[in-house]
């Protein structure tokens, strides 16, 4: 199976860092898996029609996080241990939550307030 | 690996191109972008041995390339008017530039004019500008060469077309370590594509980076503090610009976002806003920040 990853060309985060971001949010919500394969970077650099160059440097970070192993001839794999991205990945969002509570703030409405608003909002 | 050392070029008093400093490294693909009339086809007809340059060297590899066959071998340039013998069918272009080009591949022209529909029959003549330019590309990549120049050519050529052209670019950087160099003066059509971009002004190459650093290094904040701030107030910055609009205050700043953002916070600042950056801004920005103007 061809996994791939969609690219924002308007965005400005630079390209590698939305395959690295994508990749990492796929694995941790379960759409990737465990010693699932990647495409090859020329699969996914056609694909996207971006320079191979942008997604060799994006497959590089992404293994020296661990997130990815590369066997030489084989190609790229997810690696087997993906606890750590999990860990990442929520701790990440947790930090989201909290920029806005502090945003929240500054209109004059205290942390306590904020969550009590969240479980009446359930 | 392609390396121009303080080449100067004149055209009668004329001094077009004053201090060229340039690499280009195997296996990338570099835009060269500049204003028109700014020297562009200048340089690249000089890396190409088609000028010699007045002083400077260019060499491929350690040899100059100016009057070596061997390192034009390996490089294939399509100057901005493109050229045919007249009557010359695609077939008959092919099997010209097949008696020159020892890495040639007479099998992928057909491949690739299938591809894109065009007629290997046809004289190239009556084909229309944008055909022309396919066809330029079509005999260029099957070269299988190291290094493409290419001066403009992607003027004119429908957005169905320039991804396929893509495709094979791609392919040929994985299959063949191939490094590109594409002049224009149109940042757009370079954004996508190129790992490096480097902006010719005035003679000499103002500076050549990475896309993705140039993209990461560089961000627009609006902040808006309780209290009233000068500009000396972030002197500890790397500024590149300051304007205040009534008490919201818009920078201009260098560094690591993350680091950035955390030392504006310890500020306490009631507004705090990171606003990306378009390519084209950042590269006015730079360019003011280096003392020039306006880059078109």
């Not at chain 1, 192993?69 to 997810?78: A, Y």
């Not at chain 2, 063949?176 to 002049?183: D, M």
């Amino acid at each position: 199976m061809l996994h791939t990853v969609m690219i924002d060309y308007q965005n400005k985060t630079p390209i590698y860092s939305q395959i690295v971001e994508q990749i990492k949010g796929h694995v941790a919500l379960g759409i990737l898996h465990p010693k699932d394969q990647l495409p090859s970077i020329r699969e996914l650099a056609s694909f996207l029609g971006i320079n191979p160059n942008t997604v060799k440097k994006a497959y590089e970070i992404l293994e020296s996080e661990g997130i990815i192993r590369s066997l030489s001839t084989k190609g790229c794999f997810i690696s087997e241990d993906i606890s750590k991205v999990l860990k990442e990945e929520i701790k990440r969002r947790i930090k989201k939550l909290d920029d806005e509570i502090k945003e929240l703030e500054k209109l004059g409405i205290n942390r306590q307030e904020v969550l009590k608003r969240l479980e009446e909002e359930k | 690996m392609i390396k121009v050392t303080h080449v100067v070029k004149r055209f009668q008093d004329k001094e077009v191109l004053t201090d060229v400093n340039f690499t280009l490294e195997e296996n990338g693909i570099y835009g060269l972008i500049g204003a028109n009339g700014v020297g562009k086809s200048t340089l690249l007809r000089l890396i190409n041995g088609i000028y010699a340059p007045d002083t400077g060297t260019i060499t491929f590899g350690k040899e100059a390339i100016f009057d070596c066959s061997k390192a034009k071998e390996k490089m294939f340039f399509i100057p901005d008017e493109v050229y045919f013998y007249p009557n010359y069918t695609l077939y008959d272009m092919a099997l010209f530039y097949d008696a020159i080009y020892p890495s040639f591949n007479l099998s992928k022209v057909k491949e690739m004019a299938d591809e894109l529909k065009l007629s290997m029959e046809e004289k190239i003549e009556h084909l229309s500008k944008g055909q022309k330019r396919q066809c330029s590309l079509i005999l260029a990549l099957a070269s299988r060469c190291a290094y493409y120049f290419f001066d403009e050519t992607f003027d004119g050529i429908d957005p169905v077309i320039r991804k396929v052209i893509k495709k094979w670019m791609i392919d040929l950087m994985v299959e063949e370590k191939s490094t590109f160099l594409i002049a224009s003066h149109n940042l757009r059509e370079l954004e996508d594509l190129c790992d490096h971009l480097a902006i010719l002004y005035n003679g000499k190459i103002l500076f050549e980076k990475e896309t993705d650093d140039l993209k990461s290094q560089l961000f627009k904040v609006q902040i808006h503090f309780k209290k009233d701030l000068e500009k000396d107030d972030f002197a500890s910055f790397d500024l590149l610009s300051y304007q205040k609009i009534g008490s919201i205050i818009t920078l201009i700043l260098r560094g690591e976002e993350t680091e950035v953002r955390k030392k504006l916070e310890k500020m306490n600042p009631d507004l705090l806003d990171f606003i990306p950056l378009t390519l084209e801004e950042i590269f006015i920005y730079e360019m003011e920040a280096l003392g020039y103007g306006v880059v078109e």
